[in-house]
């Protein structure tokens, strides 16, 4: 048998499961590692400028293609509870990354080490394991058992903790009779796939709601298939945009409180019978009224974790099942029903959910200066074409994307749904744009989510990671002021100063582009919307030219509030400003507006 550090055998072990990259932070407690990856050699690594971003990128990474696994890599201590954002980000939207991380001796974890913390302890929560290895021997299962976790029943992250005696010790290991676990998912049978289709035959008004699942499960094929056949228009939820495109005829829009639009809000609530496939029902989705979002209405819900299965509402028939299987499953169903004259006919009622998409559109068409956000991407529409990947985490921004812009494929929508930590969108499309680097990658950011991790422009610098990052800057929390407002307060949430170094800017405070251009990228400034359209595509020859990140700074009005729920009730959505009446007034929506 082969010798070897526990260190290298763990580098080979990351090999032989797929991995091409890697995202961390050197430090004492994780070097032996480190020196493992550059002896053994066979996996890229980009060096974070903060921890938290290595964690970002890896999730970047995973979300970005099918079948990756990003591994994000940090020292002992802070390291460690750096990367606990990342850890919650990925398990809240079942995700699997990678978390390794150097640790004390062995003997010294019980004497209040230097940077000695029980980071297993601390990870617990927000992982599907998190295991400090005591024994050198014992690393080989642990890499190899993480795998299998992470890629099994409802996907998820792990962290490994290595004491650095551990990764020095020699162990008898041997690559090449390394075999990775079977992954283990649950599948739907034939009787269930019959139940649940059993359902069509009673309805009238029928949805699928697609969920992250089917983007997991790599079937978003699949479900366009299913629509098809059934004829039953497609509701996708934030994390399973993408799965249908949004200029398919089936594709009903998205619903809920925040990232919802007035069409897709409006075929459901007229909707009958609802199939969720891949989905948790979040209350972004359903709204805190469950009452509103389930009266009248019978569920169906397939989902790869069974202990979702009546988390949120019980439904009147629950399949435990990977969404893959399960679709295969109502495809070959609904084949022979077909076949046999048993589908209802859904013809008008798909085109009552398309003409509702044609009349119920929000403005984007506004001239005014400072410019108003519906603007932007209503430029941005224009600018970035079909094969754009999206990368953005919360906020107004984001909430108005999600409202305006469009996504034609699976993984062209990369966000961090559940967590929304700020300061991901940089790093996750950093690791995004590392993972297919012939994918155009557009990056969304306000102004706070912009400065809370910046620093790690300078990686996509130093890397050569070319994307566009479009910056919407009103020097304000604008999510958490319109929040506030319904307790009657505007407290704490003001960024504006005069910056006595660019009085040119005024009261927007700090000046992007220079610290951008600090950082080593490209940046540009606008101020007029009539400007816009010339700065995204300069942006992307400068991106190309130079094999860097281009920052894009829309300058914007102070106070803009966008069309959402005050009551957190889908049946309830305010439209604060004022709605598409004329074609010119939603020039990029998706269907040509009728009036």
């Keep these: 048998m082969p010798r070897m550090t526990a260190a290298a055998a763990a580098v080979e072990i990351l090999k032989l499961e797929g991995v091409e990259q890697a995202f961390g932070v050197p430090g004492a407690a994780i070097n032996p590692f480190y020196r493992e990856l550059k002896n053994v050699g066979g996996i890229a690594h980009t060096l974070a400028r903060h921890v938290e971003g290595a964690s970002h990128m890896a999730e970047g990474y995973t979300r970005a293609k099918a079948g990756n696994i990003g591994v994000c890599i940090g020292t002992s201590g802070p390291a460690g509870t750096d990367m606990i954002t990342g850890l919650y980000s990925a398990i809240a939207d079942s995700i699997p990354i990678l978390c390794i991380t150097g640790q004390a001796p062995v003997s010294k974890l019980h004497k209040e080490d230097f940077q000695a913390v029980d980071i297993a302890t601390i990870a617990k929560p927000v992982t599907k394991a998190a295991t400090t290895v005591l024994e050198a021997a014992q690393v080989p299962g642990v890499f190899q058992q993480a795998f299998h976790l992470m890629r099994s029943g409802r996907p998820g992250p792990v962290l490994i903790d290595l004491p650095i005696d551990v990764q020095l010790t020699e162990i008898e290991f041997d690559p090449e009779t390394y075999t990775p676990l079977p992954v283990y998912k649950p599948q739907a049978s034939r009787a269930q796939a019959e139940k649940a289709l059993s359902f069509l035959l009673e309805a009238e008004r029928p949805l699928i709601v697609a969920g992250g699942g089917i983007i997991n ?50 075929t459901f609530l007229e909707s009958d019978t609802v199939i969720g496939i891949g989905n948790r029902w979040a209350n972004r989705h359903t709204g805190y009224n469950l009452e509103a979002y389930t009266k009248g209405r019978k569920f169906v819900h397939v989902d790869i974790e069974p202990t979702q299965l009546g988390k949120i509402f019980a439904p009147d028939f629950g399949i435990a099942s990977d969404a893959k299987a399960a679709l295969e499953l109502f495809i070959e169903v609904a084949k022979e029903w077909k076949a046999e004259g048993r589908l209802p ?14 009349t119920l559109q929000r403005r984007t068409h506004f001239e005014n200066i400072p410019m108003k956000p519906q603007r932007v991407y209503e430029e ?4 970035f074409g079909p094969e754009t990947r999206y990368v953005t985490t919360i906020g107004l921004s984001q909430i108005a994307a999600a409202q305006f812009l469009h996504v034609y494929k699976p993984r062209h929508w990369v966000n961090c749904g559940q967590a929304g930590p700020l300061g991901w969108t940089i790093p996750a499309a950093i690791g995004a744009a590392t993972a297919q680097p012939d994918v155009p990658v557009v990056a969304l950011s306000g102004d706070y989510d912009f400065q809370f991790m910046i620093e790690e422009l300078a990686v996509a610098a130093q890397h050569k990671v070319p994307y566009v990052h479009v910056l919407v800057n009103n020097a304000y ?43 080593g990228v490209k940046a540009i400034r606008v101020t007029d919307p009539e400007k816009l359209g010339e700065a995204f595509e300069e942006a992307k020859k400068l991106a190309q030219e130079f094999q860097v990140p281009v920052v894009v700074e829309a300058i914007l009005e102070r106070v803009t509030n966008i069309a959402m729920s005050k009551t957190v009730d889908m049946s309830d959505v305010t439209e604060f400003e004022e709605l598409a009446t004329e074609p010119g007034h939603a020039p990029t929506a998706i269907k040509a507006l009728q009036v």
């Design 217 to 266: 499960a790599d079937a978003s094929d699949l479900l366009v298939e299913f629509a098809e056949l059934t004829g039953i228009p497609v509701i996708s939820t934030l994390m399973g945009w993408g799965t249908i495109p949004d200029d398919h005829e089936l594709a009903a829009g998205m619903v809920g409180v925040q990232t919802a639009h007035r069409y897709g809000n409006a």
């Design 345 to 358: 006919d859904f013809s008008a009622w798909a085109a009552s959910a398309q003409e509702r998409k044609a």
């Design 380 to 383: 941005m529409n224009k600018a």
């Design 477 to 519: 929390l604008g999510l958490i002021r319109q929040a506030q407002g319904g307790l009657g307060i505007n407290f704490e949430v003001n960024l504006e100063f005069e910056n006595i170094n660019t009085p040119e800017i005024g009261v927007y405070g700090v000046d992007h582009v220079k610290v951008a251009e600090g950082l």
